[in-house]
Nanobody, 124 residues
Framework: QVQLVESGGGLVQAGGSLRLSCAASGRTFINYQMGWFRQAPGKEREYVGVIWWSSGNKDYPDSVKGRFTISRDNAKNTVYLQMDSLTPEDTAIYYC?????????????????WGQGTQVTVSS
């Protein structure tokens, strides 16, 4: 079965950087979109970006554009989320998710597969 395992979260000071990893297994993801989402306490799950596994195309919302970068390593079947210039507003649990290629890549409900999440805390 599909497994997505995030790692790399932690505590960082404002202005710092973190790189999250999402190790994917259980199927071929060549025709999948790999999304990253986050959820802060009391808030809805928020889209922070996506990468098309086959083409490497990416999309980001304005809230993280220019600060967050998604990449993938085909040999390791791993997707990364590089986060720079972090602010306390970026504090959340970060999740990776996978869906077959299609529309609605910014919609959490469109993703059938999810990781367990990793906590990112940015101190001021």
């Amino acid at each position: 079965q599909v497994q997505l395992v995030e790692s790399g979260g932690g505590l960082v000071q404002a202005g710092g950087s973190l790189r999250l990893s999402c190790a994917a297994s259980g199927r071929t993801f060549i025709n999948y979109q790999m999304g990253w989402f986050r959820q802060a306490p009391g808030k809805e799950r928020e889209y922070v970006g996506v990468i098309w596994w086959s083409s490497g195309n990416k999309d980001y919302p304005d809230s993280v554009k220019g600060r967050f970068t998604i990449s993938r390593d085909n040999a390791k079947n791993t997707v990364y989320l590089q986060m720079d210039s972090l602010t306390p507003e970026d504090t959340a649990i970060y999740y990776c998710a996978a869906k077959p290629v299609g529309s609605s890549w910014a919609v959490p409900g469109a993703y059938p597969y999810w990781g367990q999440g990793t906590q990112v805390t940015v101190s001021s």
